[in-house]
């Protein structure tokens, strides 16, 4: 079992940066791929990016690409989400989920989810 804590959230001005943490315990946390998703107020939650258990594979929403970066630190169990250019649309509170396995983007087949960490691009 793994629990997550996000964390970077919060307000910036469109065009901005943000860097959101996604930290997990647990001793396995290498054999978990990793995704965000988020959900903005009155919209349903969304598939914003994953990332493998190995690293190596990554998959983005169409939206996001070459704007936003998943990386993972597995020695200190820690995922990132670095993003730019930041516009209005990406208010959202984001979270990130867990699953023991392959790369997925249903959140459905994502076991373990974190709190979440609201972001608020301003215009």
């Known amino acids: 079992q793994v629990q997550l804590v996000e964390s970077g959230g919060g307000l910036v001005q469109a065009g901005g940066s943000l860097r959101l943490s996604c930290a997990a315990s647990g001793r396995t946390f290498g054999t978990y791929s990793i995704a965000w998703f988020r959900q903005a107020p009155g919209k349903e939650r969304e598939f914003v990016v994953s990332?493998?258990?190995?690293?190596?594979?990554?998959y983005y929403q169409n939206s996001v690409k070459g704007r936003f970066t998943i990386s993972r630190d597995d020695a200190n169990n820690t995922v990132y989400l670095q993003m730019n250019s930041l516009k209005p649309e990406d208010t959202a509170n984001y979270y990130c989920?867990?699953?023991?396995?392959?790369?997925?983007?249903?959140?459905?087949?994502?076991?373990?989810w974190g709190q979440g960490t609201q972001v608020t691009v301003s215009s």
């Open positions: 989920a867990a699953r023991q396995g392959g790369i997925a983007i249903y959140e459905q087949l994502f076991a373990y």
């Open positions: 990332i493998g258990w190995s690293g190596t594979s990554t």
